[in-house]
């Protein structure tokens, strides 16, 4: 593998410098220009995340044979790995400056700091993407928990957003000091902070018996309080319901997929790089251990979604459980399982976004989160009842929508490895969804509205409405498991 110097790897940096120099730029243009209402400063923006888009795709064309680039003499790494999670990064990101245009929660003198903020949460993110050392793995954590915390408390004149951002800095800030104490444990174990070093490294000295299992298990331990505090499994979920009811919609709509995709980026690229082999596995059973988070995870979100009448606070604990599903693909360390992860993670993008796309149009036009606002919806705007009926149901897992298709390959790659037991919490736990699910569609089309006047939405809101729509019914059907799968691999 291919390893460069500091200068020469600036070249292949690109995407991410191009983020800071327009989140530079977004600053900048804010304090110059005199109309505070203009959005000027969203469309920069976007245009910083087009052209770091293109880089990234320039940049992917250099890796050769699928071999990865080592850069920064091994602190960051150039694969399809990477270049797969920060396209669906930058894609959510995209949504989120979309809907934040949309959104009346937003206040109109501070929009050039958010914008610049969901800029620098990307690069955070591209870097827990792409990160193969220790020390980088804990910065672009840093890096991005700490934007997160200002942009979850962006609602300053809102006592919600700001309990939000309190709860949020409060579990991060312990999560953060749990698992850099867990990564101190593992460099002093292993001599190095390389994860391809690691696992040598680590089966060497049990070996030899220069430490013992049970010290590994603890830093692996207290290095996943820290993953899994980004991903909301649990028991690390607490802060999740909280900081989603309190954040602004769009902000909760990009914690709940760009936020958890970067999770497990990192979660995928700390265990399969650093733990994956064999000889490891032979220590300790990752498989069992994992797959009990995974069972748990997704049964707790479910359970705790079932009384929410808050549809953000419901969506937040589906959130959760959803990340209990990608679980089970994530504990099998194996191709099929990470192909599965892929898969899973580019249909949530759509149907979990465009579901929140709704919530941003019902609370400019109702003024409420709650189930009770849409009720009589199928009669008053039946477009976007209609699309939300799909969203609801896709993440639900009916066929023939997307989310179904997502399901089967977990399930499938699960069976494949004989965890059926697994499997059937999966299904009894999409059973369960259905229920919280329903009560939605319930309220849209089978109740009645004190207020019967239609509502008006521009054509605009229905062609972003349809981009999230049209995916989440037909991009099942066109084998991107396969031509994903076999595209990207995890060394």
């Known amino acids: 593998m291919e390893s460069l110097k500091n200068i020469e790897s600036l070249a292949y940096f690109s995407p991410e410098i191009l983020l800071v120099v327009f989140a530079a730029v977004v600053i900048i243009t804010d304090l110059i220009i005199k109309n505070r209402e203009s959005e000027i400063v969203a469309y920069i923006s976007l245009v910083g995340l087009g052209c770091s888009l293109v880089a990234i795709l320039i940049t992917n064309s250099f890796i050769s044979n699928n071999e990865p680039i080592s850069l ?6 150039l694969d399809g790995f990477a270049v797969f999670f920060k396209i669906l990064l930058l894609l959510a990101t995209a949504a989120t400056i979309l809907f934040s245009l949309r959104s009346e929660e937003l206040d109109i003198k501070l929009k050039g700091e958010y914008y610049a903020l969901l800029l620098a949460v990307t690069f955070g993110m591209f870097l827990m993407a792409s990160s193969t050392n220790l020390l980088m793995i804990f910065i672009a954590l840093e890096t991005v928990s700490l934007t997160s915390y200002i942009l979850a408390g962006f609602l300053t004149h809102s006592p919600r957003s700001s309990e939000a951002a309190f709860k949020y800095i409060t579990y991060g800030a312990v999560a953060s000091g749990t698992m850099l104490f867990g990564l101190s444990m593992l460099f002093g174990m292993a001599g190095t902070g390389d994860l391809m070093q690691i696992s040598a490294q680590i089966a060497a000295v049990l070996a030899s018996g220069g430490v013992s299992t049970l010290s590994v298990l603890i830093a692996i331990t207290f290095i996943l309080a ?10 690390f979920h607490m802060w999740s319901p909280d900081v989603y009811e309190g954040a602004p919609i769009p902000i909760t709509a990009f914690l709940s997929v760009a936020s958890k995709a970067a999770g497990f980026a990192l979660f995928l690229r700390f265990f399969h790089v650093g733990f994956g082999k064999p000889e490891i596995l032979q220590s300790i059973d990752w498989v069992f251990i994992l797959a009990i988070v995974s069972a748990l995870t997704m049964t707790v ?9 808050n549809v953000k606070r419901l969506l937040a604990y589906s959130s959760i459980a959803h990340g209990g599903y990608l679980l089970m693909g994530a504990v099998l360390l194996t191709p099929e399982g990470l192909g599965a992860i892929f898969f899973y993670l580019i249909v949530y993008l759509f149907m979990n976004l465009g579901a929140f796309y709704v919530v941003v149009l019902i609370a400019n036009e109702a003024g409420t989160e709650m189930i009770d606002g849409y009720r009589g919806l199928a009669s008053r705007a039946p477009l976007v009842a209609g699309a939300m009926a799909i969203f609801l149901f896709s993440l639900t897992g009916i066929p023939p929508l997307a989310g179904f298709f997502g399901k089967w390959f977990l399930f499938y ?30 309220a849209m089309y089978f109740e009645t509205a004190e207020d019967t006047n239609g509502l008006s939405f521009s054509k605009g809101t229905f062609a972003l409405l349809s981009v999230f729509a049209v995916p989440t019914i037909f991009i099942g059907l066109l084998n991107f498991f396969y031509t994903i799968s076999d595209k990207i691999t995890l060394q």
């Open 72 to 77: 920064f003499f091994g602190m960051i790494r």
């Open 226 to 235: 820290g993953i899994g505090y980004k991903i909301a499994s649990v028991p």
């Open 301 to 309: 979100g479910n359970l705790a979604a079932l009384p929410q009448r």
């Open 413 to 442: 790659a699960v069976i494949g490895e004989g965890l059926y037991w697994l499997a059937l919490i999966g299904l009894l736990n999409s059973v369960v969804s259905l229920y919280y699910y329903a009560r939605i569609v319930k």
